[in-house]
Every structure is written in structure tokens, then in C-alpha cells.
């Protein structure tokens, strides 16, 4: 606007209030909208306030500072640095007739669609079909997948299994890691004795990849082989996982659907039957349930009036068994000036079978050694290793792993949809680990969303003190995320807690557009013009301030679109949707926004802003 001044002849310092004072009223509308877009960001809680609190703190205060930069040191430096009188350079005398041309083109083309203006009823229409046909075509998941570098493999025995045997198939499945992945950095290894509710059939490995510049394949191709391979090892059911971006960062799988109960026969009962259709869902690539019902259990009873006559005592059996089976320490002997533990347990060839307890023996109070098997019974039995509650309800978690082509949100569905089948409605379910993170992190950008809407319109309405002039405004909205969904799509991305973000900063960005061409042509009508004489030079006017701030957006976004960096993968979604978002609203905005305001807007305005500011009238 200064430069347009500078153009007819003003002098800087004329030119720096007079243009400052005619965008005046621009700025602080398309600032306080901006900065309102970022207000629900940053009191938003959980994992989602976490993550962008800050994000929306720095980029309301950038542009608040920066609104204020360009209301006071911009005209001062304009006195300051340009001329009254000079002399273009070649470049611009070489570009300056294709901007006019591309300017008057455009002029010619409003025109002839304001002939027609009532297109823009299917053109919105078509928008909002374009955001409820991507958003059901489009995945949701929480966030996606980084390279990290990390993989981890998770292995469980049968019910029974002993330690020994679970070290041996450890050992087997890490020496076949390092055979097929030579981009293996390290690798560690853990046979766990009190990993999965205290047995001994667990065990778990952490592959460390190189450096991502370092290596060819992704660590998503890597976790793709791995999971084709250890469906060969029969030995033990393993599973491959990654950590979630955000979130959990645990190592387990992505879906986990608690399914609560009032008692544990009632699990006991129900829970083989939903297992048994998750299994056969093609969503999932590996399902595992915390609640077992099969570990196999020896029941020793003690004969006790028997036990009486001899002076055996039930604290006499149970130290007894102790001491041959717990493997525990006695005590501590020294050879060689090294000290040694000295553990007591059964070899293993009189420890194998349940027979071999009954052969122990046992001193009673006379100092006779008897055996237990003229003390106690044995009774073999199957009972739940451990026992889980959620919520104070009795509980199992069912954990899946997605398949190939399928995302989270895929994922709870499918659960969902499998509880409503094979479950009463005396059971409730609930999500626990990155499920849980999904689903409250979709509600609270629901919510944002909606409340950036509602605070950029009650503000714009306070700027303009009118209500037509904010609704003409937010049908840019639309546009912007008809044009982000589709480009998610065509991407292959998904709706994530990213990708939402960037639609929530759409609303600011694409909302002053339409504050430019609806200010402005609110002044041309004040002038005296109609308003489709109105909206077409405002139109016109602003064509230049319009595509320059869209261009320098989606080039400064452009970087995060295209994954520039470690562990960017996540964030290309969101420069995905604003891009795409920014490129086709602009270009529909210019056409849709002079149409709606045509049909919304009121014949004869009152004394414009600009006036108000400078304290008179043009018009006049």
C-alpha cells in the first residue's frame, strides 16, 4: 500500500501514514483472527497440550510482534529508506507488465463469473462433499511412524515353559536377526524371569539400526522382513513392534482393547469366543490377551491328620519344597579368593515330571525320614498366571498388531466392532497405552477445532460490527479443508494428531484472505460503488497481497512437507494439509469469496475504516 502511494506521487512520509492507515484495519483483523486460531491450542490438555502448547504460544506471539512491527517501525523505515522519485530497475520493467496483465486476466475472469455467480452454491457443495468423502477414505492413527532406529521383538512361550527352554529360543531367534539384517547396530537380548506376570516363558530383544543416512532400507521395510521371519520360529509366538512416536513409548502393540467384566468366570467364558473372531479380522497381524487361563499348576494337599500322627507340620512341606525347587541360596564358599554362591535345587532329572515331588523326603518329629507321598496329594490343574483389573473391574487387555494397510483407528474399530458380536451388555470395554492417546487426542482437536471457528468469527464480528461480514469470511474454511483432506489423500498420509493441527492453522491462514477482499471492498462501497462494481476492484486491488502472503506460506512450509530431516516423518502430514489446504483455497477464494459476498453483502456502507483513522472522507 505504501509502495501504490509512492507510485501516484505521494511523498514517503505521506505515503508510510496514508497506506499504513489503509491496511490499518487489515492487519489487526487478520492478526487478532490468527492469534485466536492458536487460543484453544494452547489450553488444550493431555498429550496433545503437551506437544503443541508451546507451538501455539511462539506462533500467536510471532505474529502479534510482527503486526506491531509492521503498524510502527514499517512506516518509519519507509521515511525513512524510500524515495519519492526513482527509477525502476530492469527486472521490474521486465516483470511489471505480466503482473498487470495476470491482474487485468483476473479482473476479466471475476467478471465473468460474478455473470454467473450462482455456480458458487455447487462449488460449495462440492467442497463439503469433498470433506466428508476424503475424511471417510482417509486412515486415522495417533501419529506416524518416525525412523528411530529401533526395533523390538517380543517373544512368549507356551503356558509351562521353562526358563532354560525360552533362553535356547532367544538365542536361536537373535542369531537369525543378525544373519538378515546387516544394518543392525547392536542388539540386546533379555530372557526374562519376571517379564509377563511373573513367568519364565517371556523374553525380549531391542534391535539397534544405524543411523538412517547410513543404511538403505527403512526401519519400516526392516520390521516388515522381520515380521515375515519370525513366523517361521514355531517355537514361541514373537511379534515385531515399534515405538510410537508420541505417547507410549513401552514397545507394545499399537491396539490395546480392555474388555472389563464383573467376574473372572465371565471373562473366562467370553474371552476364547472374541479372541477367535479377532483372529480372523484382516486388520490385525498378531493379537495377545494379558488374562491367560492355561498356565499349568501342580495343587499339593496335605494329609494333615496324617501329617499330625507323624509331627510333620505344613511349615515343614513347604520349606521342604522350597529348598528343592526354589534354586535359592544357602550360602557362600571361597576358593581361590573367589567367592562362589552355593544354590540348592533338585537336578534336573529328579525335577522334571510331577512324580518326582512325591519321591522327596521329609523328617518328622521322631528324626524318621518319610516320603511325601504318604503326606500330601497332587492335583494338576490350569489357572490364570496373573490377575488384571481396570477401572476397579476385573479385566483383559487384547492387544493387536495392525496389518499392513491398516492404521489405528482401523484398528479400534474392528474391536469395537467384534465386542458388539461376540459380547453382552454386561460387559464394558475401554482403550488403555496409544489407543487410549488416540482417542482423547481426536476429542480435544474435535473440540479445538470447533472452538477456533466459533472465536475467529466472534472476533471478526467485533471487527467489522457486522455478522454478514464475518460469515462471508469463514467460507474459506471450507475450501481450505477440502483442499487439505484431498491432498492428504493423494499423499497416502493419514488424519493424525499432526495433520489436525495443521488444519486447525488453515483456519487462520485462509481467513485473511477473505478479510483483504471483504475490507476492501467494504471501503469501495463506501465510496459510493455497487457492490459487484465493489467486490471486483477489491478483488482486483488485492490480488497481488493475497498470492504474495500464500506463496511465502506454503514455501515456508514446503520443507516440512517434504520430510526435510531426522525423524521428520511424523510432521509431513501437517505441511501436507497446509500446503494443499493453502493452494487450492487460494485459488477458489479469488472466485468464491466476491460470489458469496455479491449475495450476502448490503447495498451502501457506512463511512469506511480508513477514513475513520485518518479523520476524514474521501467520499466526501
Not at 481396570?390 to 493387536?400: D, G, L, M
Not at 488485492?542 to 512437507?561: D, E, F, K, V, Y
Not at 521428520?568 to 466476491?594: D, K, N
Request: hydrophobic share 45%; no cysteine.
Amino acid at each position: 500500500s505504501i509502495f501504490a502511494k509512492i507510485e501516484r506521487g505521494m511523498e514517503p512520509r505521506d505515503a508510510g501514514v496514508r497506506g499504513s492507515a489503509e491496511v490499518y484495519f487489515a492487519v489487526i483483523a487478520t492478526t487478532v483472527a490468527l492469534a485466536a486460531v492458536f487460543l484453544p491450542v494452547i489450553f488444550l490438555q493431555g498429550i496433545t497440550g503437551r506437544l503443541f502448547k508451546e507451538f501455539g504460544i511462539v506462533l500467536a506471539g510471532s505474529v502479534i510482534i510482527s503486526s506491531f512491527v509492521a503498524l510502527t517501525l514499517t512506516p518509519m523505515m519507509a521515511t525513512r529508506i524510500l524515495r519519492g522519485k526513482h527509477s525502476h530497475s530492469k527486472f521490474y520493467h521486465a516483470t511489471e507488465k505480466y503482473f498487470v496483465s495476470m491482474q487485468e486476466t483476473y479482473r476479466r475472469w471475476l467478471g465473468a463469473f460474478l455473470k454467473r455467480r450462482a455456480l458458487v452454491f455447487p462449488t460449495m457443495a462440492g467442497a463439503v462433499l469433498f470433506i466428508m468423502g476424503f475424511g471417510f477414505l482417509l486412515q486415522s492413527e495417533l501419529a506416524p511412524l518416525e525412523d528411530r532406529g529401533r526395533i523390538r521383538l517380543t517373544a512368549r512361550a507356551p503356558e509351562g515353559a521353562t526358563f532354560e527352554y525360552m533362553d535356547q529360543y532367544m538365542t536361536q531367534l537373535i542369531d537369525a536377526v543378525q544373519q538378515n539384517v546387516p544394518e543392525r547396530s547392536a542388539i540386546i537380548s533379555v530372557t526374562s524371569p519376571g517379564f509377563g506376570g511373573g513367568s519364565v516363558n517371556a523374553g525380549f530383544g531391542f534391535l539397534i539400526l544405524k543411523d538412517a543416512d547410513q543404511r538403505v532400507r527403512s526401519q519400516q521395510a526392516i520390521a516388515d522382513q522381520l515380521s515375515t521371519m519370525v513366523r517361521g520360529f514355531t517355537g514361541a509366538r514373537t511379534f515385531v513392534s515399534q515405538d510410537q512416536s508420541i505417547g507410549s513409548r513401552g514397545g507394545g502393540l499399537p491396539v490395546q482393547f480392555v474388555i472389563q467384566a464383573s467376574s473372572f468366570e465371565k471373562l473366562r467364558q467370553f474371552l476364547p469366543k472374541f479372541l477367535d473372531e479377532a483372529e480372523k479380522n484382516p486388520a490385525f497381524q498378531f493379537i495377545d490377551v494379558n488374562l491367560k487361563f492355561n498356565k499349568p499348576e501342580l495343587r499339593v494337599e496335605i494329609n494333615r491328620d496324617r501329617a499330625r500322627a507323624l509331627g510333620v507340620s505344613a511349615l515343614d512341606v513347604a520349606q521342604t519344597l522350597q529348598l528343592a525347587y526354589s534354586g535359592q541360596r544357602f550360602d557362600y564358599f571361597i576358593m581361590n579368593n573367589k567367592q562362589y554362591q552355593v544354590i540348592g535345587q533338585m537336578t534336573r532329572e529328579n525335577r522334571d515330571k510331577p512324580l518326582d515331588l512325591k519321591t522327596l523326603s521329609i523328617r518328622t518329629a521322631g528324626g524318621d525320614l518319610v516320603q511325601l507321598d504318604n503326606l500330601v496329594t497332587l492335583k494338576e490343574q490350569s489357572s490364570p498366571p496373573a490377575l488384571y483389573r481396570f477401572n476397579r473391574y476385573v479385566s483383559a487387555t487384547v492387544s493387536a498388531g495392525l496389518a499392513k494397510g491398516y492404521a489405528l483407528g482401523d484398528g479400534i474399530l474392528a474391536m469395537r466392532e467384534i465386542a458388539n458380536r461376540t459380547l453382552d451388555e454386561t460387559f464394558s470395554t475401554a482403550l488403555d497405552g496409544p489407543s487410549k492417546d488416540y482417542e482423547e487426542s481426536s476429542s480435544s482437536l474435535l473440540f479445538a477445532f470447533i472452538l477456533a471457528l466459533v472465536l475467529i468469527y466472534l472476533v471478526l464480528a467485533a471487527q467489522f460490527e457486522s455478522f454478514r461480514d464475518p460469515l462471508i469470511i469463514m467460507f474459506t474454511v471450507p475450501l481450505a479443508l477440502a483442499g487439505a483432506l484431498f491432498s492428504l489423500w493423494y499423499f497416502g498420509q493419514t488424519l493424525n494428531i499432526f495433520s489436525q493441527i495443521g488444519q486447525i492453522m488453515l483456519i487462520g491462514l485462509v481467513t485473511k484472505n477473505g478479510i483483504l477482499i471483504v475490507e476492501f471492498a467494504n471501503q469501495r462501497k463506501a465510496q459510493g460503488l455497487s457492490v459487484l462494481n465493489a467486490i471486483q476492484d477489491a478483488s482486483a486491488a488485492r490480488l497481488r497481497p493475497i498470492l504474495m502472503t500464500a506463496l511465502s506460506t506454503i514455501l515456508g512450509t514446503l520443507p516440512i512437507a517434504l520430510a526435510i530431516g531426522a525423524g521428520a516423518e511424523s510432521r509431513v502430514s501437517m505441511g501436507i494439509a497446509v500446503v494443499g489446504g493453502l493452494v487450492l483455497a487460494t485459488a477458489l477464494t479469488l472466485f468464491v469469496i466476491p460470489a458469496i459476498y455479491s449475495y450476502i453483502s448490503r447495498e451502501g456502507a457506512t463511512v469506511s475504516n480508513v477514513d475513520e483513522a485518518l479523520g476524514k472522507s474521501d467520499a466526501s
